[in-house]
């Protein structure tokens, strides 16, 4: 049984008779159609990747580090991936319509055998975020792997998994995780520091809760390895409040047991040899400098020359009726998903002399002056122009664009997960 590593949550476990490529995402070449790049820099070449020819590949939700369909375009179409039940099945979807023709949805408690030499899998829908995320448990010539790829965690779904085989042998658990708050908050200097050093123990206590709750023998860390370009890539360092892989590991080993397994790109770990296949590299924001800088300086698609610019000349001057088009289509949704008692408002800026007012309320958008808004409680979300309409027009996905191009601002109020996920319904 061996398990390598890539990038980010991208991970090939290789038993003896099966080879599971998990979330496959490379940013070939500092090439991004989204903005959002690989962290620290991966040199994998596509035809490194060609060769891999897994026998599945595990797709766990549609966020852009996960779900690449340039990396996906180097697989033969005909290759069986791997999807959770989801109730509205995006990833079955996405999937679909790039032409991938063997999409096997994982049966909740049900599982799936892999082979007749006795490999299988079991998968769910996150607990925390059923719509978007899943988590998985393979056995693989006998062990039993547990990928919980950035779920939020959830500690009932945790020791769920751990029972259901006897116990876990192989983590695969987060030892961060990206998020725009406080990297992406407009906010003072000070105040954003205090957040980072609490996004920061936060962070380090989700992990040894991972490792707590799931007890496995072996640990190997993943997740949190993404960056966005432009001028966002500066705010890593002392916003984003991740860990290096070590940090984590030291601090879950205070008070549990486990052996780490630290990977980085393309180095594997033998589980029945006990030994490695590589050197483990640790990244972090420091030793990474000249590829922070390389990214600083890359375009986003929306800047005069990027991939989705539309001129100021061409632009709407007023988008009230296409939001309140919009508006409707996400009041259905919010209604079939029973979200009728949000009482939370949201204001949308895209730098025109007004701002657009949103209340889960009511089905109106109004217009209002930054400076006269009268709520209480509210967020505002701060965006190009060319991402709200390509929002609208379906040309985007909230949950893959929020933390690459919004800065936002909450009064009075928390994060509320279910407002967020509603604006994946803002369209026409």
């Not at 990297?183 to 000070?190: L, N, T």
């Not at 993943?222 to 432009?230: D, F, P, V, Y």
């Not at 217009?367 to 409680?377: C, G, H, M, Q």
Request: hydrophobic fraction near 35%.
């Amino acid at each position: 049984m061996k398990i390598k590593y890539f990038a980010n949550a991208m991970v090939l476990l290789e038993g003896s008779k099966t080879k599971i490529l998990c979330d496959p995402w490379i940013t070939f070449d500092n090439f991004s159609t989204t903005d959002i790049y690989n962290f620290p820099k991966c040199n994998t070449s596509k035809n490194e990747i060609k060769k891999i020819k897994p026998d599945y590949l595990y797709i766990t939700h549609t966020h852009v580090d996960h779900f690449d369909p340039i990396t996906l375009s180097l697989f033969d179409k005909n290759t069986p991936i791997l999807v959770a039940d989801y109730k509205v099945n995006f990833t079955a979807r996405n999937i679909s319509s790039l032409g991938f023709k063997n999409i096997k949805i994982i049966p909740k408690n049900q599982g799936l055998k892999l082979n007749k030499s006795g490999d299988s899998v079991w998968m769910e829908p996150s607990a925390e975020a059923p719509d978007v995320d899943s988590i998985a448990l393979f056995k693989l010539d006998k062990f039993r792997i547990l990928n919980a790829n950035d779920n939020i965690f959830n500690y009932k779904q945790c020791a769920k998994f751990r029972k259901k085989l006897n116990g876990i042998d192989i983590g695969l658990l987060p030892s961060g995780s990206h998020g725009p708050w406080p990297m992406f908050f407009d906010e003072v200097i000070e105040k954003k520091l205090m957040w980072a050093r609490e996004r920061k123990a936060r962070l380090l206590e989700n992990f040894r809760k991972y490792v707590n709750a799931t007890k496995p023998e072996w640990v190997v860390p993943i997740a949190a390895g993404l960056m966005c370009s432009g001028d966002r890539a500066k705010q890593y360092k002392k916003f984003s409040g991740i860990s290096p892989r070590t940090e984590a590991i030291n601090y879950a080993l205070k008070s549990e047991k486990f052996i780490p397994i630290p990977l980085s790109n393309n180095v594997s770990y033998d589980f029945k040899k006990g030994k490695y296949n590589g050197k483990y590299i640790e990244a972090t924001f420091g030793n990474q400098k000249k590829y922070i800088n390389e990214l600083s300086k890359l375009p986003d698609k929306f800047s005069k020359g990027g991939l989705f610019h539309i001129d100021k000349s061409q632009q709407i001057n007023d988008l009230t009726n296409l939001l309140s088009i919009a508006r409707r289509t996400q009041l259905r949704w919010q209604k079939k998903l029973g979200l009728m008692n949000l009482s939370h408002t949201i204001f949308l800026d895209v730098n025109h002399k007004f701002i657009y007012r949103l209340s889960f309320k009511t089905q109106t958008i109004e217009k209002v002056k930054r400076k006269k808004i009268k709520d209480k409680k509210y967020e505002i979300f701060k965006m190009p122009y060319e991402l709200l309409f390509g929002i609208i027009t379906r040309h985007f996905f909230w949950d893959n664009v929020n933390t690459s191009h919004v800065y936002f601002v909450r009064k009075n109020c928390e994060l509320n997960r279910d407002t967020l996920h509603l604006m994946n319904y803002l369209n026409i």
